[in-house]
């Protein structure tokens, strides 16, 4: 097998990372912090299939603006982010949102129109915002409206969230309205994401209240308030770098580069079981 390495267990562990996006440079990065506080010896490569480190991670600068052309910002809320570039030492180029600019955009016939007030990724917590948006057609503003009255499902199981908001709002709603924010926040298909993995708390919604219009018009006044000035995600929790994510990248680079094995333009084609040996690790790539 080409590029097949046996290992004797006595040697110092080895650990491959196949992938340079932002989960294998923390990942590389987390494992050194282990093996440095804990004196352990680790030998750490990350293989990366193309040319730069980041993944689908970058920021350019063009007409005097900085784009971060994936994510822009990182949820404050939960504080492994925030910590991680604390440690890495960009505390002091951590950019807090500005509420002036809160909101989100959706590209609607060629023009960034924003999304309604209120629309909390896949539900509406107002109707009025949604039927004054020039983004839905007549029939989908009324589709939407029509969840009111569309009966909870009996089995509460799973179900993909392309399905379940379709179930709830209509195509129309999913193809212009969630399709782009979520995506940009799972990076994935609707499709194929699992609603209770995603955003369990719709389920549960629809579970109480039957349907999604009517929880959000029982929920407390003061969180109805707060969906009504925010749409999209919840942009007041997030937390950017003042030189785009790029930072974040480049300084998990640097400090992994000192500790690790970074190889570039290496796609890992193959993960191989090796027949058991007592002496030998049992995988090679
Ligand atoms: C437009 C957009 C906006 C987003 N906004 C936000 C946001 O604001 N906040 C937020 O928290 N998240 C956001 N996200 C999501 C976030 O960017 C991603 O979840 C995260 O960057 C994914 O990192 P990753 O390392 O898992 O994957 P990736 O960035 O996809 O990296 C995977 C890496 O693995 C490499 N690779 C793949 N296969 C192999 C192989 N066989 N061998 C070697 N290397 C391989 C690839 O080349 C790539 O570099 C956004 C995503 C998008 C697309």
């Known amino acids: 097998m080409p590029g097949c390495v046996n290992m004797p267990l006595s040697q110092t562990p080895r650990i491959a990372i196949i992938g340079g996006g932002l989960t294998g440079l923390s990942a ?9 506080e804990q004196g352990l010896a680790l030998d750490i ?12 991670v970058g920021t350019v600068e063009r007409d005097g603006y900085l784009i971060d052309t994936g994510a822009d910002s990182f949820i404050t809320n939960k504080p492994g982010a925030l910590q991680l570039c604390q ?3 960009l505390g002091e180029r951590l950019q807090a949102t500005d509420p002036k600019y809160r909101g989100a955009l959706v590209l609607h016939n060629g023009r960034p129109v924003p999304v309604p ?23 989908g503003k009324l589709r939407i409206a029509a969840e009111y009255f569309i009966p909870a ?6 179900e993909t969230l392309a399905s379940f908001v379709r179930r709830r709002f209509g195509s129309e709603a999913l193809d212009r309205l969630v399709q782009p ?12 994401l ?40 919840r942009y007041g929790l997030f937390a950017g770098l003042r030189g785009g994510m790029r930072d974040l990248v480049d300084a998990l680079s640097m400090r992994i580069n000192e500790r690790c094995t970074v190889r570039l333009d290496t796609p890992i084609v193959a ?13 090679c790539l």
């Open 87 to 89: 440690r890495l030492g």
């Open 181 to 192: 924010l979520v995506g940009g926040i799972y990076t994935s298909d609707p499709e194929k």
């Open 28 to 36: 590389a990065h987390r494992l050194s912090e282990l093996a440095s």
């Open 117 to 139: 007030e209120g629309f909390q990724l896949l539900s509406p917590s107002a109707l009025w915002p949604v039927l004054a948006s020039p983004i839905l057609s007549p029939w």
């Open 194 to 233: 699992s609603l209770a993995a995603t955003l369990p708390r719709f389920l549960e919604m629809e579970r109480d209240h039957g349907s999604l219009i009517r929880a959000s018009r029982t929920a407390k006044p003061q969180a109805v308030a707060e969906d009504r000035v925010s749409s999209g995600a």
């Open 153 to 158: 499902r009996k089995n509460g199981s799973d």
């Open 271 to 283: 993960i191989n079981q090796l027949p058991t040996d007592p002496d030998a690790l049992p995988y």
């Open 45 to 56: 490569t990350l293989f990366e299939a193309g040319p730069k480190l980041g993944g689908i």
